[in-house]
């Protein structure tokens, strides 16, 4: 036993009767203290039915005496198996265990994130019950509501500030609102689009006060970090796979400030009805619009999005669509571009103007002429940060293909698993190779492989065949060929020349 406590072995074997202490309450000790632990019983046939007791102990063998070597190593043998099978699903529980507790904010925020955006199926509703439990959320109901904080003014105020310094007030405003949250309900909140938080509650009973519990946080927002914000509420819904309405209603609620001000709290149902008709018919209207401006950015379509806004407001002016609602239309499409750019992992928040704030910049411009105008100018730098982003992108890409190239040049190589490599389909990887070197994959390499032979046609030891095979080449023919393009002489000649 003192030597158990020590080691904490993997595997025992005891005989069953023993002085001072007996087989069963050493395995009674030990299975305690290691769990883990395997234990084999030797007993002899008048004590098999007393050893049969052993069970609870998780005894894992009964060797019958008298024990021969070969069946006592067989049975070794087979626990240590059984020991390295258990010890690397403990370690590859214990790595998934380390891997969600250090994300374990990002995996929830990115499954709030798909339920209020509303990505997820009915279909996945199993799947998606049961993630949300290994997450530990409680999203249990019965009713669930979506409320949005804007900071108003952002770029003017907050934007302005230092990374630290914005940083420091974002994760204030996430701890305010999660102590407020917590005294009412259960619910998540996180950072979602430029200067904005959502948040997801359990609506639980009727005595839930979701107004009162948003002016608190106004209210000590307000005091400790002297910032105005703004807040849309949607409507409660009964199925946490239909939460995205009441997402959508407490965004189109928040856009309000437009024309109600700011340091409101904005209910759905507060909209003035002729607003939100409105509203939901321009909204309807340039559905098409949304989806198009998205894939010119991701395309960087320039001509393509021009296009699209000027057949958009042509449209609105024809349906003599409110001022409201245009300014409200166009306010949608640029967070609708700034989400959709965040989905692409395209940070933009330190790369616009740091005195950009849409909400404020609309108001300059007073004819439909001129907000078509500005739209265009925003979204233009929008493609721009993407176009960079895509650069880099493709930079790392090449680089890496061309490091794994220069390391394995002399091996059998194709697009294929080069691009296997950097984790790209091969068409893919052609296409950015092209785009980034100015040459295909093919003749990148055999310059490279025929610039390597080179070095090697110095040694007057080694044959011109044996240099094709060490760079590369297994056909001799196609090397001569492919030395002499690039070159100007056979291989030979060169050799010769170098002597």
Known sequence: MKLAKELKPDIVITDIRMPVMDGLELAKCISSLTPAVKLII?????????????????????????VGAEELVRVVLKLKEEVITESK????????????????????????????????????????????????????????????????????????????RREMIFESILTIAREAILKCTNGFIYRNEIGMFVSLVNVENSSYDIISMCKQIQ???????????????????????????????????VRNRIYMGKNVVIHINDVAEENSFAGIMGLKSCSEEEKKLLACLKLID???MNDILDQLFERLIFMKADYNVIKNISLFLLF??????????????????????????????????????????????????????????????????????????????????????????????????????????????NKYRVEKAKEFLTDISMKTYEVAEKVGFNDYKHFSYNFKKYVGYSPTEYKDQSI
Not at 42 to 57: S, V
Request: charged residues 25%; proline residues 3%; hydrophobic residues 40%.
């Open 336 to 445: 609708t571009a700034f989400k959709g750019l965040k989905e692409m992992g395209v940070s933009i928040e330190d790369r616009l103007e740091v005195q950009f704030d849409p909400f404020l910049e609309i108001e300059n411009y007073e004819t439909v002429q001129d907000i078509k105008k500005w739209m265009k100018s925003v979204l233009e730098k929008l493609m721009c940060i993407v176009e960079s982003e895509k650069n880099k992108k493709y930079k790392l890409i090449v680089k890496n293909g061309i490091k794994y190239m220069m390391r394995y040049y002399n091996q059998p190589l194709s697009l294929t698993i080069v691009a296997k490599e950097v984790y790209v389909t091969p068409n893919y990887f052609s296409r950015v190779f092209r785009e980034e070197t100015g040459e295909n994959f093919i003749e990148w390499l």
């Open 219 to 253: 209210h000590r927002i307000s005091n400790n970090l002297n910032l105005s914000i703004s807040f849309g509420v949607g409507n409660t819904s009964a199925d946490i796979f239909n939460i995205f309405k009441s997402y959508n209603e407490a965004f189109n609620a």
């Open 42 to 66: 030797l007993t002899g046939y008048g004590e098999f039915e007393y050893a049969q007791k052993a069970i609870e102990y998780k005894v894992s063998e009964f060797i019958l005496k008298p």
């Open 302 to 304: 320039f001509e393509k």
């Open 89 to 164: 699903k403990a370690e590859a529980r214990k790595s998934y265990e380390i891997f969600l507790n250090e994300n374990f904010s990002v995996l929830q925020e990115k499954l709030i994130n798909k339920l209020i955006n509303g990505l997820y199926s009915v279909k996945e509703k199993d799947k998606i019950l049961k993630r949300i439990r290994t997450l530990n959320m409680d999203l249990s109901g019965p009713y669930y509501q979506v409320f949005i904080i804007a900071i108003d003014g952002y770029f003017h105020g907050v934007g302005n500030q230092p990374p630290e």
